[in-house]
């Protein structure tokens, strides 16, 4: 039998290393590989982790804005362990509330990692996993859904500060049968309306991070459901958490919870117990199912 393997991204700092050290005092049984885009960077957390005792973690390069990379890490999977058993993607970036870059090109930043990065590594690794794999965990926002239900409850109105908030738009992020086209065509469409300077407008929020991570918790539904239709044998869960706010996530230096704190719900999803049925294509914050 192969060993067991499970992927961490963007896992050399923050939530994700916070990540792979909870898989690891959990007691998981397999290699697991800590991946990012900076080689230098993702040895000198390994070597963090080695240090304190945890030698059960690997290093592999993986930026998931290129393909390119995301195909090598798929072909290291199959060569050395045969598949894939537990992938939790957490790379992703947030410009800084000072940023000075034009929302625009936050906006097309931000989505190119946060959403089609996470789209990318899921095309390359998801066919990978075997049957009876533990769980694939987005690491989405409750931003994703603090937005939707604001729209939910003011669509095609303002909210007190004057900005309208997602129209039409929100309901197809809240359909139970979006497409995984569609979702792209949204997730575009914002970045468009954004560069244009119109996006509020149009009824986007004027918040980057929070609508890459709406288009990550809508993706984690549609992953779910497509598994559902096509590996209902095998047991997989898929879902988005919500990992909190953290004092270190995304540099930034304010914030309730550490980045330890931050890693328990990933952790919690990727070891449920054998057997588990549930929660599959939801967004879990604090172990806890959140209505979409």
Request: some cysteine; charged content about 20%.
């Amino acid at each position: 039998m192969s060993k067991k393997v499970a992927v961490v991204t963007g896992a050399n700092k923050g939530i994700g290393l916070a990540i792979v050290q909870g898989l690891c005092k959990a007691g998981y049984a397999g290699d697991i590989i800590l991946t990012a885009r900076n080689e230098k960077l993702g040895q000198e957390a390994l070597q963090k982790l080695k240090s304190e005792g945890f030698n059960n973690v690997l290093f592999h390069r993986l930026d998931i804005c290129d393909q390119t990379s995301a195909e090598e890490l798929r072909k290291f999977l199959e060569k050395n362990y045969g598949g894939l058993d537990v992938l939790i993607n957490n790379a992703g970036i947030a410009f800084k509330v000072d940023a000075t870059e034009p929302f625009g090109e936050q906006a097309e930043v931000t989505m190119r990692t946060n959403f089609w990065g996470t789209l990318w590594a899921s095309k390359a690794l998801l066919p990978l996993l075997r049957p009876n794999a533990y769980a694939v965990v987005n690491i989405s926002s409750f931003v994703s859904k603090r937005l939707t239900s604001a729209a939910q409850s003011y669509r095609q109105r303002q909210n007190a500060a004057g900005e309208t908030i997602f129209t039409g738009a929100n309901r197809q992020f809240r359909s139970a049968d979006i497409s995984e086209e569609e979702l792209c065509g949204l997730m575009g469409e914002f970045v468009v309306a954004a560069q244009n300077g119109n996006h509020e407008a149009k009824g986007w929020p004027n918040t980057a991070y929070g609508a890459t991570k709406v288009g990550v918790t809508v993706l984690s539904r549609i992953q779910a459901r497509v598994l559902a239709q096509t590996r209902a044998a095998d047991g997989i869960l898929l879902n988005a958490c919500c990992p909190g706010w953290s004092a270190l996530r995304h540099g930034r230096p304010q914030g309730p919870q550490e980045p330890e704190g931050g890693g328990e719900a990933a952790v919690y999803l990727a070891m449920l117990p054998p057997g588990a049925t549930a929660p599959h294509g939801q967004l879990v914050w604090d172990k806890t199912v959140q209505e979409w």
